[in-house]
C-alpha cells in the first residue's frame, strides 16, 4: 500500500491503463477486462485489475491533470513495478484535420510546465512516447476500418480555462494535433524510470470549430480507444 493506492503488492499488474476519471476506470475495467477485482478506493480513486486475452491489466484513475497523475504513476512505477502505463483519456482537437472521435496517438507531448520541471531547470526536455507502443497502437488502429487516427504531436496543458488564444494559433501553425492535461508528466516519468509509456487518446471537442461529442456517444467512441491501447500494450 502507498499513500494514495490501497492496493496489496501483487494486485496490481505490470501493464497500467490511466484514464483521468474514476468511473472511466470502472467503465473501462467492467468492459473490456475478464474478472475485475477493485484493487484501490483511496480517495474516490478507483482502480480495477483483471486480464484481456488472458493477460493481466490494471485499470487505474489518475485524475486531472499532471500533478495527480505525477503521483499515481510515480507510486505505480516505483511501489508497484508497472512497467507499461498508457493513458486513455479524452483531448479537444487543434488541427482542422482532427474531427470528433477521432483517435490521437501521441508521438510527443509539450508543455509550458510540468511538476518534473524543476529537475530540469533551464533544460528543455522532449517528452516522447514509447517506440513499441507507439507503433503497436498505430498498427492496432490502422486494422479498424471505421476509425479515423493521427499520429504526432499533443499539448499537455497545466489549465483547463486557458485564456491563451495567440498560443493556441502557434501551436495549429506547429502541427499540434490535439490538447489534454496529462501526457507530458507520464513521457517524463517514464523516460526517468525506463517504462514504457503512451497516451491514446478520442476527441471529444474542437478548439477550432467549438464542437462537442454528446455524452451519450462518448463510451461507445471511447471504446476504440481502449481496445487500441490494450493491443498495443500486448503486441
Same mark, same amino acid.
Given at each position: 500500500?502507498?499513500?494514495? @493506492? ?28 475478464? *474478472? ?37 504513476? *510515480? ?29 490521437? @496517438? ?69 502541427? @499540434? ?44 467512441? +471511447? ?10 500494450? +500486448?503486441?
Amino acid at each position: 500500500m502507498t499513500i494514495h @493506492i490501497g492496493a496489496q503488492p501483487d494486485e496490481i499488474a505490470e501493464t497500467v491503463l490511466m484514464p483521468g476519471d474514476p468511473y472511466r476506470a470502472k467503465w473501462a475495467a467492467e468492459t473490456f477486462l475478464e *474478472n475485475p477485482v477493485c484493487i484501490n478506493e483511496v480517495r474516490g480513486m478507483l482502480g480495477f485489475t483483471g486480464t484481456w486475452n488472458g493477460h493481466r491489466v490494471t485499470i487505474q484513475g489518475s485524475g486531472m491533470g499532471m500533478p495527480s497523475l505525477s503521483i499515481y504513476a *510515480n507510486e505505480l512505477i516505483r511501489d508497484y513495478g508497472a512497467q507499461t502505463l498508457i493513458r486513455i483519456g479524452s483531448c479537444g482537437g487543434m488541427q482542422d484535420k482532427v474531427g470528433l472521435r477521432d483517435i490521437i @496517438i501521441a508521438m510527443t507531448a509539450s508543455s509550458i510546465s510540468t511538476p518534473s520541471n524543476s529537475i530540469f531547470r533551464e533544460f528543455n526536455f522532449a517528452p516522447s512516447a514509447d517506440w513499441s507502443l507507439l507503433n503497436a497502437a498505430v498498427a492496432a488502429a490502422g486494422r479498424r476500418d471505421d476509425v479515423t487516427t493521427h499520429v504526432g504531436g499533443i499539448y499537455s496543458s497545466d489549465v483547463f480555462y486557458d485564456e491563451r488564444p495567440d498560443l493556441n494559433e502557434q501551436m495549429v501553425r506547429h502541427g @499540434i494535433l490535439g490538447v489534454e492535461m496529462e501526457a507530458a508528466e507520464l513521457y517524463t516519468l517514464a523516460a526517468r524510470y525506463g517504462r514504457r509509456a503512451l497516451a491514446v487518446l478520442t476527441v471529444s471537442d474542437h478548439l477550432g470549430t467549438g464542437d462537442s461529442m454528446p455524452s451519450d456517444q462518448r463510451e461507445r467512441s +471511447f471504446g476504440d480507444m481502449v481496445e487500441i491501447a490494450l493491443e498495443a500494450a +500486448f503486441a
